[in-house]
């Protein structure tokens, strides 16, 4: 099994991201954030980098911390902490 490497480190944390990238960086809001985190902790992920906008409704999901972050430098922080 392939595991994405950030500095030369494997995801250890088993962590997912989704979202979308405008031109200047700033992630916006997806549908169905929900399903895909529930989606997500069943299949074993521990951490969910999602946009901030809408995040409440991802809130309190067993099994998995969620993350919201408004730009692609966020993102970034959040995934390599």
Known sequence: QRQM????????QRLIAFGE????????ACTGVRRRIQ?????????????????EEAMG???I?????????GALRAAIH
């Open 21 to 28: 990238v405008g031109l200047t960086g700033e992630v916006r």
């Open 65 to 73: 911390t969620v993350l919201p972050i408004s730009d692609l430098a």
């Open 5 to 12: 490497c950030i500095r030369d480190s494997p995801n250890t």
């Open 39 to 55: 989606e997500a902790a069943r299949l074993g992920f521990k951490v969910a980098i999602i946009p901030a906008q809408g995040s």
């Open 61 to 63: 999901i067993d099994g």
